[in-house]
C-alpha cells in the first residue's frame, strides 16, 4: 500500500508500508526507532537481565496505594532499575534500601535524589539479592527480576513475620499459581508451600506494554503477608511430603505412595533414622537435612535453592498402573534388613495403614487443603516416617 504526501517544495514523495520512502532518484530508508530498548540518557536495558522498567505513572502509583505504607515505615525494594518507583516509594516512606546489582542503575538512582529532600532517606545497596545480607525493613515493594522469583520469594518468607508484607509484581503466571487454591487447575506444590507461610492475596493485573522494553508477558501485583507465629514445623520435611504428593497432584495419595520407587526411599530413610535414633537414644524425628547436613531451625532456607517448577500435573485420573513399578513385596534378608530395590511387606502394612485410617488414600494433592496436608505429615511422623 502506498500512498502520496506533498513535500515542501510541491513536489510528491510516496511511503509504502515496509518502513521505505520513495523520492525522487531513489528509495530512502526511514530511521527506525529504536527508544523502546532504551530509558533515561539513552540508557540500554538488557532483557537478558530481566530488567523491564515500570514506565506507566499510573501503575507506579497504583502500586504505591495498594501497598499501604506509613510514614515511619523502612521500605525494601529489589531492582529499582532507574527508580520510577523508587521516588514513589520516598515520598511515603521514612526510609527505602534499593538493592540494585547493575552499577549503571546505582548511579542513575543516586543521581536522582542528588540535592532533593529525598537523599538522606534514600540507602542504595550495589549487590546481589539473593547474596547479600537483609536490612530490617517494614514493607517490600519490588518490579523484581522475574528470573529469580522462586527463590526471592522464599528468602523473604524465611524471614518469618519480621516484616509486614511484600507486594511484589511476577509474572502474571507465576503469580496466578502463588494464589491458587485446592481444585484451581494451577494448584501445585509452590501455592502449597507459600500459602502455608503467608497469605497471598492478587491486587492487580499489569499489560506488558506498561513495561520498557516490554517482556514478552503479562505481569501481576500479588501481596504477601507472612502468618504469625509460622507454622511449628520442620518446613524441608513439609516440602519432602509436598513435593511427593504433587509429582502426580490428579492421583490419589494411595496410587503416589503405593509405587515402589517412592516405598523404597521412605523405607531406606525410616531404617536410618530408626539406626539413629538407636544409636544417639534420642528420639526417631528428622535430624539431618540435605546432604547429611543439619537441618536449620525451620528448613525456609533450604528452598531458595530448590526449582519449584517441577510440579508435575500428568492430566489423568488413572489410579492404576502404578503397583507393577518395581513393587517387590518379599520377605526380609538374612540380616533382618529389607534387600536391595525391595520393600519389606511390613513397611508396607505400615504406610498403608497410616493412608487408611487417616482416609487419606482416595484423597488427590490437587484438592487437599494445607491443613490436610500438614494432617497427613503428622500421621507419617506419628507412625515414625519421616520426609527428610
Known amino acids: 500500500t502506498k500512498f502520496v504526501m506533498k513535500n515542501k517544495r510541491g ?35 538488557h532483557k537478558s537481565k530481566g530488567q523491564h522498567i515500570l514506565k506507566n505513572p499510573q501503575v507506579v502509583q497504583a502500586i504505591v496505594d495498594k501497598a499501604g505504607i506509613k510514614a515511619t515505615d523502612v521500605v525494601l525494594e529489589i531492582g529499582p532499575g532507574t527508580g520510577n518507583l523508587t521516588m514513589k516509594l520516598l515520598e511515603k516512606a521514612k526510609k527505602v534500601v534499593a538493592i540494585e546489582l547493575d552499577p549503571r542503575m546505582v548511579m542513575e538512582l543516586q543521581r536522582r535524589v542528588q540535592g532533593t529532600a529525598y537523599e538522606r532517606s534514600l540507602q542504595v545497596i550495589h549487590g546481589d539479592f539473593m547474596r547479600a545480607e537483609l536490612p530490617y525493613f517494614d514493607l517490600c515493594v519490588a518490579n523484581i527480576p522475574y528470573n529469580i522469583s522462586s527463590p526471592l520469594t522464599f528468602k523473604l518468607l524465611a524471614r518469618g ?62 501481596r504477601i503477608e507472612p502468618r504469625h507465629p509460622p507454622p511449628p514445623i520442620n518446613f524441608l520435611e513439609w516440602d519432602g511430603l509436598v513435593r511427593l504428593c504433587f509429582s502426580r497432584k490428579n492421583k490419589t495419595i494411595g496410587a503416589i505412595f503405593k509405587q515402589g520407587s517412592t516405598l523404597q526411599a521412605m523405607e531406606q530413610n525410616y531404617r536410618t533414622l530408626q539406626a539413629l535414633a538407636a544409636a544417639g537414644g534420642g528420639n526417631n524425628g528428622p535430624a539431618m537435612g540435605t546432604k547429611g547436613k543439619p537441618a536449620g531451625s525451620n528448613g525456609i532456607e533450604a528452598l531458595q535453592a530448590m526449582d519449584m517448577s517441577d510440579d508435575n500435573d500428568d492430566g489423568g485420573m488413572d489410579d492404576e498402573g502404578d503397583e507393577g513399578d518395581a513393587m517387590a513385596v518379599d520377605g526380609p534378608a538374612p540380616s533382618g534388613r529389607p534387600m536391595k530395590g525391595k520393600v519389606s511387606p511390613e513397611f508396607k502394612a505400615k504406610v498403608l495403614d497410616v493412608l487408611t485410617t487417616g482416609g487419606f488414600e482416595n484423597m488427590r494433592s490437587s484438592k487437599m487443603s494445607q491443613d490436610e496436608l500438614l494432617a497427613l505429615l503428622a500421621a507419617f511422623n506419628s507412625a515414625g516416617i519421616h520426609f527428610v
Open 11 to 45: 513536489g510528491a514523495k510516496s511511503a509504502s508500508g515496509d518502513g521505505e520512502l520513495r523520492v525522487a532518484g531513489g528509495v530512502q530508508k526511514k530511521q527506525q526507532n529504536k527508544q523502546q530498548a532504551h530509558g533515561v540518557s539513552g540508557m540500554e536495558f
Open 161 to 222: 513475620a519480621s516484616f509486614r508484607a511484600a507486594i511484589i509484581m511476577y509474572q502474571h503466571e507465576f503469580a496466578m499459581r502463588l494464589v491458587a487454591k485446592p481444585g484451581d487447575s494451577l494448584y501445585c506444590r509452590l501455592a502449597a508451600n507459600c500459602q502455608l507461610l503467608a497469605r497471598i492475596n492478587h491486587l492487580l493485573k499489569v499489560g506488558k506494554n506498561n513495561f520498557r522494553p516490554p517482556p514478552k508477558v503479562d505481569s501481576s501485583v500479588v
